[in-house]
């Protein structure tokens, strides 16, 4: 996990899915742009997961919301195995599998942990609304909090879809754009507008897809323009990227004088002396006469 949970913070749902949905081995984001891309991506991606429709037509139909979300967990369940299976297969011209198993079977885990939160939310609500009477607190309750950590972790696995990242930067956007066409993909086929006119029914079907797609690539362009990464590449041929780093921040002098000094001092010794010693000191020679300088001669000037 990204951070380790109290028991106050178990009770903060968004704090929860935080921790267990951005665990420590996703690598960070390389460039502070792509973060923006993946941010519309998810935005773009939410939009289709719930439906145009839903709020043109001004209607909120709960039990379909629950049952779009189950249809989604299976499209993701079965086509994000599939889809980077694709990519093994294209991969192993230039590498094994073997070097990547251990980000594969992280990001298998957090997918599954994922659907399995989604499946149990959708159970639990539909037992809540079934059972009612007493049991409509308690669970109620639970519901509400789960589905909390269920929505602040699908904005988590959307930006990062599943740990992929820590395999190849460039399949989260692939794995985006081809879980968002699928999900199309029936209303392409059976030509269901959901009741609404031609304009807004295309709109609907190929608005969220398109836009996804576009966000998608750009985001792809702009990883092996900058840095390399192309997504033919086995993740093991790739240059090694690290986030970019802050600029520096210039050194601010001391506002009373020399920074590396005291404050009302010379850099040198005293302000106002002079830099090899006192001015008022007498020379190294006498300058009334020659010889070492003797102020006194070895003498009391008052006298004995």
Do not use: C
């Not at 994922?114 to 308690?138: A, D, E, H, K």
Request: proline share 11%; no cysteine; net charge positive.
């Amino acid at each position: 996990m990204s951070d380790r949970l109290s028991m106050r913070s178990i009770l903060q749902p968004k704090q929860v899915a935080q921790a267990l949905y951005h665990p420590v081995w996703i690598p960070a984001s390389v460039d502070p742009s792509v973060d923006r891309l993946k941010k519309a991506r998810i935005i773009a991606g939410a939009v289709a997961a719930f439906g145009v429709y839903t709020f043109v037509q001004r209607k909120f139909a709960f039990e379909e919301v629950l049952e779009n979300m189950l249809t989604a967990s299976v499209v993701v369940l079965f086509i994000t195995p599939l889809t980077v299976g694709v990519m093994l297969f294209v991969w192993r011209r230039t590498g094994t599998v073997r070097q990547m198993r251990v980000p594969l079977l992280n990001s298998l885990k957090l997918l599954l942990f994922f659907i399995g939160s989604v499946v149990g939310l959708v159970f639990l609500w539909q037992g809540t609304m079934t059972l009612g009477g007493f049991w409509l607190v308690p669970l109620g309750f639970a519901a509400l909090w789960l589905t909390g950590m269920v929505i602040y972790g699908a904005v988590q696995v959307s930006g990062n879809f599943f740990g992929t990242a820590a395999v190849h930067r460039s399949l989260p956007p692939l794995l985006a754009t081809v879980t968002t066409w699928l999900m199309a993909l029936p209303d392409l086929v059976t030509g269901d507008l959901h009741g609404l006119s031609l304009t807004m029914g295309i709109v609907f079907i190929l608005g969220a897809p398109l836009t996804v797609t576009s966000i998608a690539l750009l985001e792809t362009r702009r990883l092996k323009r900058r840095y390399g990464i192309r997504l033919s590449a086995h993740p093991a041929t790739l240059p090694p990227t690290s986030p970019a780093a802050p600029p520096p921040v210039p050194p601010q002098a001391h506002p009373y004088g020399h920074p590396y000094g005291h404050p009302y001092g010379h850099p040198q010794g005293n302000a106002y002396g002079h830099p090899q010693g006192a001015p008022y000191a007498p020379p190294p020679q006498n300058p009334y006469g020659g010889g070492p300088y003797q102020p006194y001669n070895g003498q009391n000037p008052y006298g004995g």
